[in-house]
Every structure is written in structure tokens, then in C-alpha cells.
């Protein structure tokens, strides 16, 4: 609340009152601000206002022109707020501008009211402090350090019973879709081309062929066991016209790749079942970080392992949530620098799509965070970049922070920004300045802000404010500092 000085009769001359206790003033004391609760705030102070921004969800931060709180998080702004059409967020931002923070801030956020995160990969790491002091489960994975079984997906515990057979099938089969696109894109990934329908058609056969035959999770190995096997209808789909030496040359280059994928350039992080399976009532952090940087293969492959298990767990405890058969539960789902895996080659984008799509969405949040279009733009075809447009297009809010102005272009085919917008998030990207006094860096200027856009609302610009106790496991800077 500030009170303006009325002119008129008795105006303050610029000098101030020439009289005693007068005088010149040169700043104009800004009166202190609070804020509350109406319940609380109205039987105190008589001149409240409300909030131009929606109060509700995880306190995201301060709106930066008004100063008020700006609550944000994809699954309030959904499902209490009905602010967007979807629970989805798309985070994008340069690098080192506090995007993962900022998650952080809404899984623990999300965590008091309830709702479980899963951090589908975390290469940093960046959430597996935050994720250890909430109480949940960190999961290694990479060479030596545990393994994902690519083929894991859709289990459903055994509280659950006897599933009823429609429901059955319908897990059934989108487990087997989701093996099928994790094995075609690996095999993609492992060769740097994608299979040939041939090929996708008999490892499908050969899917078909293991879930008959195995009360268990299917490996990478069995499915190289049936391919050498060639049972009638896999031979069927390679179309070897009835000669088993016409059917060993057709597989011959498949063989070699999944051979290749149990030792060769994936270490022996795909060779068996997962080692530590995934928990579904806590929060949970797969720790890709032990992955070298240049594994680019391994580090794409790994994050869509990790998406496809992830996705597929929480898709059949929905489905079972559903059905009534186990309680509901929200979850939000963290996928960061998708871009990484996006680039390993053409056709990802695709799969990313596919493995990453609930039948049933009800109640998961997903939260998406890349650094800037130009990932996106430098992807191989037209195709993949009208898809990975598709993505933003499609994100219930994207959340932006600081970009270059060469962004823009890009940027505004997918979101719709006003120029003040468009130079609010150019403004943000500027290098800190030097502090003489201290000898160091100050912070840059656009660190914790953003840009909540919804649809072709106009933006709401907010800084995010962290808390000491989250600046303590929030620091990425860590190894520096030690
Ligand atoms: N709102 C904020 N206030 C203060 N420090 C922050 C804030 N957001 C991020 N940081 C700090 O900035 C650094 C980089 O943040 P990070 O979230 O890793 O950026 P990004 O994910 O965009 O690369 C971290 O050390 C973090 O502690
Ligand atoms: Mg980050």
C-alpha cells in the first residue's frame, strides 16, 4: 500500500517545507508491504487487494512488476484451477539460469500436497540430493553401477490380483508397444540408422513369440534367443521364402546389433533385468549421472529407457487406479535436457513421442525442460522439427527463462510472445556483472525468472525464490565449492 502525495493546495516545493523539521528529501521512503491470507490479512489491515495472478498451487515465486505471489504448478493449474488444458509445463531457458531449480522448487512443493515425482533421468545429478531428503529412492544406473532392462515396462504389483481380462489385455498390449519402440530405438541407436520394417516386423514377432513363453519380464538376451531360434512366425514376417539360410542372411545384421547391445557399446547396462525396480509410493530419481558426456549413444539410450519404464509403470498404476483395484495416486513426471536424447538421430522424436504418451493420463503432471529452439531446430529433418514444435505447441504452459534474441524466430512459431515479451526474456540472458569489491561474478540478472505463457495469454513474468534450507541441496555448483 503506497500513498501518493496529492498536488494542490500546500504542494511540497521541490526543496521540501523551508521550515523547522523540513527540508529536502531525495528518496521517497517506500512503505513496508505484506501479505497474507484474506482470512487473516482482512480482520488486520483494512486495505487488502487481491492477487492478479491465481493463488493457487505451489508458491512458484514473485510476480516481477507487481510484487505479488504468483502460484504455479502444472497439476493445480489443471485440475483446481482449470487454467490449462493439460498438466503439462515446458521449461525452457539457457543454461545455468535455474530451470532445474525451479522444478525442484515444485517436486517439493508438490511433495506437501501429496504428490510423488519421478525424475525420469537425472544427468547432473540435479534433483538426487532433493529426492534423498524427501525420502524417496535414487536408482543408479550405467556402466557397472546397476541396469535397466529396456524391456521393463507396465508391471503392476501383486496387491493388485487378479486383473479382469479387458484390462489385462489393454496392459498387456501397451507394454508390448513400448518394448517394441524401446528395442527399434535401440537398435537405432546402437547403429546410427533405424531398423528396417523387416526388422521392426520380427522383433515385434519375436516379442509376440517371448510373452507366450515367459512368465517373466522378457530380456534383451531372449528376444536375440528366439531370433536365433527362427520359430515359423518369425521366419513368417522375414519373408524367407522357406529357406532357413535365406532367413539367417535377413537377420544376420539384427543379430549382430543385438549382440552388440548386451557388451559392446552399452557396457552391460541393457544385459539383463533392472536392478533396482522402481518404487511407485515415493518419490523416485534415476541417477544417469556416472555417464560420460561423449557416451552420446549410451546417454540416449539410457534416458529413453528410463522414460519408457517410467512411463509404463505409472501408466499401468493408473489403469489400476482406475479400475479401482489400487488407490490413486498423482504423479509428476521430470524429464530434463530431452534435447539429448531428441538429437541422437533421426526418427527420435518419434519414439520419444510414443513412449512418453499415457492412455490414461489422469492425475501425472509432466514437466518438460530443454535449453533453447535451436536443440529443437537442429534436429535432422523438417519433420522431426515440426513434431518437437508439436511438444511446446501442445504443453499446457511454457515456462521460459532467458534466451538469446536469435531465438525469437523459432521461437514465436510455437508460442505466441508480445515484443515487450519477447525482449523481457532477451533482457534476461545478459552476463552477470563483475563485482571489484568481492572480486567475483554477481549473479546473472535473468537467474530464477521466467515467463509463465499460457496459450496466447499474456505472459506472467515471476522470480523464483528459493529458501536457504533449498538452496542447501539445490546447489549444482557443488564440486566447485568443495
Ligand atoms: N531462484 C534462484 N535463486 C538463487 N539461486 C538460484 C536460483 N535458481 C538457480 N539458482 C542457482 O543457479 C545455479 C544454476 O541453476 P540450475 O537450476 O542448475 O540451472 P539450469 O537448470 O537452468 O541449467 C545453481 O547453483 C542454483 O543454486
Ligand atoms: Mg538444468
Known amino acids: 500500500m503506497r500513498l501518493a502525495w496529492k498536488p494542490g493546495r500546500g504542494a511540497v516545493p521541490s526543496m521540501g517545507w523551508q521550515r523547522r523539521g523540513g527540508g529536502g528529501i531525495l528518496t521517497m521512503p517506500v512503505p513496508q508491504e505484506w501479505r497474507g491470507t484474506s482470512m487473516q490479512v482482512c480482520g488486520l489491515w483494512p486495505f487488502s487487494i487481491g492477487s492478479g495472478t491465481p493463488m493457487v498451487g505451489v508458491p512458484f515465486g514473485r510476480h516481477l512488476l507487481t510484487g505479488s505471489t504468483v502460484c504455479f504448478d502444472p497439476i493445480s493449474w489443471f485440475k483446481r484451477a482449470h487454467l490449462i488444458a493439460n498438466p503439462s509445463a515446458f521449461f525452457m531457458g539457457l543454461p545455468g539460469l535455474g530451470k532445474s531449480s525451479a522444478v525442484r522448487h515444485l517436486i517439493m512443493g508438490l511433495a506437501a500436497v501429496g504428490v510423488h515425482s519421478m525424475v525420469l533421468g537425472d544427468l547432473k545429478p540435479d534433483y538426487v540430493d532433493l529426492v534423498r531428503v524427501l525420502g524417496g529412492q535414487v536408482i543408479e544406473v550405467g556402466r557397472g553401477r546397476g541396469r535397466i532392462n529396456p524391456l521393463d515396462s507396465g508391471a503392476w504389483p501383486a496387491s493388485a490380483g487378479d486383473l479382469p481380462r479387458k484390462l489385462r489385455k489393454e496392459l498387456r498390449e501397451d507394454a508390448h508397444g513400448r518394448r517394441l519402440t524401446m528395442l527399434s530405438s535401440l537398435v537405432h541407436l546402437a547403429r546410427n540408422a533405424p531398423p528396417t520394417d523387416r526388422e521392426e516386423a520380427i522383433l515385434d514377432r519375436a516379442l509376440l513369440v517371448l510373452g507366450k513363453r515367459l512368465e517373466r519380464t522378457p530380456v534383451i538376451g531372449d528376444v536375440l534367443d528366439v531370433v536365433r531360434q527362427a520359430p515359423d512366425n518369425v521366419r513368417e514376417v522375414a519373408i524367407d521364402r522357406g529357406s532357413l539360410d535365406r532367413y539367417r542372411d535377413i537377420t544376420e545384421g539384427l543379430e549382430a546389433t543385438l549382440a552388440g547391445m548386451l557388451s559392446g557399446r552399452f557396457g552391460d547396462v541393457f544385459s539383463g533385468q533392472t536392478t533396482t525396480p522402481m518404487d511407485l509410493d515415493r ?83 509432466q514437466v518438460m525442460i530443454t535449453h533453447t529452439m535451436k536443440d529443437l531446430e537442429s534436429l535432422a529433418s523438417e519433420e522431426d522439427r515440426a513434431k518437437a514444435r508439436g511438444f511446446i505447441e501442445r504443453a499446457g504452459a511454457v515456462v521460459c527463462g532467458g534466451l538469446p534474441g536469435t531465438e525469437m524466430t523459432a521461437l514465436t512459431k510455437a508460442v505466441t510472445l508480445s515484443r515487450v515479451e519477447q525482449d523481457m526474456l532477451t533482457g534476461w540472458q545478459d552476463p552477470p556483472t563483475w563485482d571489484s569489491t568481492t572480486g567475483e561474478e554477481g549473479d546473472p540478472p535473468g537467474l530464477g525468472k521466467f515467463l509463465i505463457k499460457v496459450g496466447g495469454r499474456p505472459g506472467i513474468p515471476v522470480k523464483v525464490t528459493l529458501t536457504p534450507s533449498e538452496l542447501d541441496v539445490n546447489d549444482t555448483n557443488k564440486r566447485w565449492q568443495a
Open 283 to 365: 518419490p523416485v530419481v534415476f541417477d544417469v549421472s556416472s555417464i560420460n558426456e561423449n557416451d552420446k549413444a549410451l546417454e540416449a539410450a539410457v534416458l529413453m529407457c528410463c522414460w519408457s519404464y517410467g512411463f509404463g509403470q505409472i501408466n499401468a498404476a493408473n489403469a489400476l487406479a482406475d479400475a479401482g483395484l489400487v488407490a490413486r495416486r498423482h504423479y509428476l513426471v521430470v524429464m530434463d535436457e530431452i534435447w539429448r536424447a531428441l538429437r541422437a538421430g533421426h526418427g527420435m522424436v518419434d519414439r520419444f513421442d510414443a513412449i512418453t504418451r499415457l492412455n490414461r493420463a489422469t492425475g501425472t503432471g
